[in-house]
C-alpha cells in the first residue's frame, strides 16, 4: 500500500472516530438531561404534596384555636341549663373567626373556626336534664360542695385553601353549689 493510500485511510478511521465520539456525547447529554428534568419534577410534585400537607395542617390548628375559645365559653356559663347562642357567643359558618390579618394570606383568604353547624348544639351541656352518677360531685373539707358538667365540643377549622377539619371535644367544668 502507498503512502497516499495510509494517508487516506488513516483520515477515514479518524473521522469515524470522531463521529463515534459526537454520537456518545449526544447521547450523554440527552441522558443527562432527562435525568435533570425527571428531578426537576420530583421537586415541583413534593413541594405541592408539601402544600397540601400545610393546608391541612392549618385547618386543624384552627379548629384548636376554635376548641380553646370554645372552653372559654364553657367557662362563662353560669347554670348546668346554659348553652351559648350563636353567633353571639360563638362564631358559626355565617360569621367566622378570623386567625390572620387579610394582608398575611392570597386574595385575603384566611384561616377561620367556627361551631359546627351539623351539630344542633355544637357547644353542648352532655347529658342535660340527667343526673350525674358516678364521681360527679366534689366536698371539700370544709364542706364546701361542688360538681362538674360535662360539655361537648364540636368545631371546624379552614384553611384559606377550603381544607376543613372538624373537631369533636368533651370538656369538664366545675361548678359549686352542691348536687347536681
Known amino acids: ?11 477515514v478511521v479518524a473521522k469515524r472516530k470522531q463521529g463515534v465520539a459526537l454520537m456518545l456525547t449526544v447521547l450523554l447529554l440527552i441522558a443527562v438531561s432527562g435525568l435533570a428534568l425527571s428531578t426537576m419534577q420530583k421537586v415541583a410534585s413534593d413541594g405541592t404534596v408539601a402544600g397540601f400537607q400545610n393546608q391541612e395542617q392549618m385547618a386543624f390548628y384552627a379548629a384548636e384555636a376554635g376548641v380553646a375559645a370554645a372552653r372559654e365559653v364553657v367557662r362563662g356559663m353560669g347554670g348546668t341549663n346554659e348553652v351559648p347562642t350563636y353567633p353571639a357567643d360563638f362564631p358559626n359558618p355565617a360569621n367566622p373567626i378570623l386567625l390572620a390579618n387579610p394582608g398575611d394570606f392570597e386574595a385575603g383568604a384566611q384561616p377561620v373556626y367556627f361551631a359546627d353547624p351539623t351539630f344542633a348544639d355544637p357547644i353542648g351541656n352532655v347529658g342535660k336534664g340527667a343526673k350525674c352518677r358516678e364521681g360527679c360531685g366534689i366536698t371539700t373539707g370544709k364542706g364546701a360542695s361542688f360538681f362538674h358538667t360535662k360539655w361537648q365540643i364540636n368545631v371546624v377549622g379552614r ?16 361548678l359549686a353549689g352542691g348536687s347536681y
Open 1 to 11: 500500500m502507498s503512502d497516499q493510500a495510509t494517508r487516506q485511510a488513516s483520515k
Open 159 to 174: 384553611s384559606p385553601s377550603g381544607d376543613q377539619k372538624r373537631l369533636e371535644v368533651v370538656a369538664t367544668r366545675l
